[in-house]
Each structure stands twice: as structure tokens, then as C-alpha cells.
């Protein structure tokens, strides 16, 4: 069992819904992140927090924006998707700055934009 | 552009054997060197991580590292089925924060 929790594992939506994905960890890692990967792609990073603050856009389109409520909490909300932005998202945690922080991987959401 | 390269394979090799996956790196800056093994459909899982220059071992599996040629591998000993995944090379850049993948290598194990 993943100690990173991602929700929802699947989710279909309209170029024109709102939706947002959720990723819960509490192994007390400081840095969060999110990658995409498309098929037969390796991990695209999107974003990095660290201490809850954005220390990472990797130049990602307005229509992804991220979250860092509190150091368990990331989300992602998606407004005005493409179909081109399906893919599996990934969110990922680990200490932070240290040599001993290997990335720990949630399940994934599984988007599907129509 | 910082960029981790592995070879895509697929690399096939016979159950019982060593299957060995190399990784090759742009930025001589980069401290951390992780594997990662990823089944179809499914979230990458670490298998080790490596930071300095040498061998490091953990059961059957054997990560090495040669900063001076921007080189890592990862050496599988008695290869078994359960071990066809793909392979990716992580590789950090510039600090701690940001891990750079590899695009991969597929292994196949066959009985």
C-alpha cells in the first residue's frame, strides 16, 4: 500500500468542467510535486512545493493550477482542459534538500478529457 | 537542456540470469541518482538510490555510480518474470527538488 493517497483514480470530464485532483501524505515530507506522464513517457515534473510554498512551475499552462493547503495536502485544479491533457498525474512527496529524498509516488489519477 | 538518457529496449533476458540497465546524464552537477520500477498502468516504485561513486547493494538488486562519466546502472541477479516492468533512471538537477526522469528501459524476463 502507497503511503501517498491520490483521489480520484479515474476521472473523465468536458473541456469545458472544473474539476480538481487530491493528494494526501502524512510521512512528514515538506515537498510535494506533480508530473504527468503521457503513455510510454517517463514523468513530466509540473510543480514543486516546498514548505507548502510553489517553488517549482516547470512552465505549465494556466488552465493547471496548484494547491498546498497545509504539508499533507496538494491539489490540482483543472479548468478549460484540453484533450491533449489526458494523461495519468502523479503526485509525489519527499524531505526536503537533503540526499536521503527519494520521491514517493501516489497511484495516480487517470484524466480522460473529452 | 539537462537530459537523462536510457536505452528503451526492450531488453530481454532469460529467467535466471543479470539483466543490466545503464543511464547516462548531462549535468555533472547532479548529487542523487534513483531507479525506479514502473508496471503497466501503474505509479513508479523506487527500487534504490544512489550518492556516491561505488557500488551500493540491496538483495538482488545493485545500483552503480560513476560521477566522473555521468554513468549509473542497475544490475538485476536472478532475474524473474515479476521483474518485466520498465526501468526508469531518476536523476536530480540543479538542488534536491527537481528529479529529471530517464525515458525508460522495458525489461522482459522470460521462463
Known amino acids: 500500500d502507497t503511503e501517498v493517497t491520490q483521489t480520484p483514480k479515474h476521472l473523465v470530464m468536458g473541456m469545458t468542467n472544473k474539476k480538481s485532483l487530491k493528494c494526501e501524505q502524512h510521512m512528514g515530507h515538506r515537498a510535494m510535486y506533480w508530473y504527468k506522464q503521457k503513455a510510454k513517457k517517463p514523468p513530466e515534473l509540473m510543480f514543486v512545493y516546498s514548505y507548502e510554498k510553489l517553488s517549482i512551475n516547470e512552465s505549465v499552462p494556466s488552465r493547471f493550477s496548484p494547491e498546498c493547503p497545509n504539508s499533507s495536502l496538494l491539489n490540482l485544479h483543472l479548468h478549460a482542459l484540453q484533450p491533449e491533457d489526458s494523461a495519468l498525474y502523479l503526485c509525489a512527496s519527499s524531505q526536503v534538500r537533503t540526499d536521503n529524498s527519494p520521491l514517493h509516488f501516489g497511484n495516480g489519477t487517470r484524466l480522460t478529457v473529452t | 537542456q539537462k537530459e537523462v538518457e536510457q536505452n528503451s529496449g526492450p531488453l530481454s533476458v532469460p529467467e535466471g540470469a543479470i539483466a543490466s540497465l545503464n543511464c547516462t546524464y548531462s549535468d555533472r552537477g547532479s548529487q542523487s541518482f534513483f531507479w525506479y520500477r514502473q508496471y503497466s498502468g501503474k505509479s513508479p516504485e523506487l527500487i534504490m538510490f544512489i550518492y556516491s561513486n561505488g557500488d551500493k547493494e540491496d538483495g538482488r538488486f545493485t545500483a552503480q555510480l560513476n560521477k566522473a562519466s555521468q554513468y549509473v546502472s542497475l544490475l538485476i541477479r536472478d532475474s524473474q518474470p515479476s521483474d518485466s516492468a520498465t526501468y526508469l533512471c531518476?536523476?536530480?538537477?540543479?538542488?534536491?527538488?527537481?528529479?529529471?526522469f530517464g525515458t525508460g528501459t522495458k525489461l522482459q524476463v522470460i521462463p
Open positions: 531518476a536523476v536530480t538537477e540543479g538542488g534536491y527538488q527537481k528529479v529529471t
